[in-house]
């Protein structure tokens, strides 16, 4: 799947310049005029973020300080006016992978975020698990298989598919639409009914451990190890 990359300037004029300029690199863009619309619109799709610092309401500070407070390490690379030492300090305090500061070149953009999302891509696989396992579950994340008290448990794809992202994060709650992005990025007109549905179906095949699998009302579906 081509990285997502997600803008956030309050600059309409610098959105639609950099949205043509990455689409022709061959990436997928979405773009948000605020802070607040950005956190409305970020999903685990999502590959980088541009974000510029200074908008009205909540500043691209606040929202990288806020994204890596939850625990949320997508790249982010900040777009700003501001160049000095401090301002640039600043940024890498509350999580910046790198600054470009305005006005700035084209190239130099589309070869900065090459290169934080090959370092990203890197990082990921040398970190990826081949296997998930908490007491008597294995969840093998190679051969696509789940092992409960040393029995074969059979799922579907998108079974499996649900209770992998799930259990790779977490405790991290994922609302439905977060799921549907990921698990059926490829398929129109999913409904949120439908994640419910699965996760249903889910929880029963697995046994015991569907009780860790819980939900909070209005927000969406986390595998909580801390829930009895």
């Known amino acids: 799947m081509k990285p997502k990359i997600l803008i956030v ?27 607040e619309e950005a956190l409305q619109k970020l999903s685990p799709e999502h590959s980088l973020i541009l974000l510029d610092i200074m908008m009205d309401g909540m500043s691209g500070y606040k929202m990288a300080e806020k994204l890596r407070s939850e625990g949320n390490e997508i790249p982010i ?63 093998n994340l190679e051969s696509k298989e789940v092992i409960i008290d040393e029995e074969m448990i059979p799922l579907t794809k998108t079974e499996f598919e649900i209770l992998a992202l799930l259990t790779s994060n977490p405790s991290r709650l994922f609302s439905r639409e977060d799921i549907i992005g990921v698990v059926w990025s490829e398929t129109p007109y999913i409904t949120e009914r439908t994640v419910d549905v699965h996760i249903t179906r889910l929880r029963k095949k697995m046994k015991d451990y569907g009780q860790f699998i819980t939900s909070r009302s209005g927000y969406g579906y986390r595998f909580n190890v801390n829930e009895e």
């Open 9 to 35: 300037d309050d600059e309409p004029d610098i959105c639609e310049i950099l949205t043509f300029n990455l689409v022709n690199e061959g990436l997928i863009v979405d773009y948000a005029y605020s802070a």
């Open 77 to 139: 690379i900040f777009l700003t006016a501001k160049r000095s030492e401090n301002d640039m300090l600043t940024g890498f305090s509350v999580g910046a992978d790198d600054y470009i500061s305005k006005p700035f070149s084209i190239k130099e953009v589309i070869a900065r975020v090459k290169a934080i999302l090959k370092r990203a891509k890197l990082k990921k696989q040398n970190e990826s698990p081949t296997s998930i396992d908490f007491e008597g579950l294995s969840i």
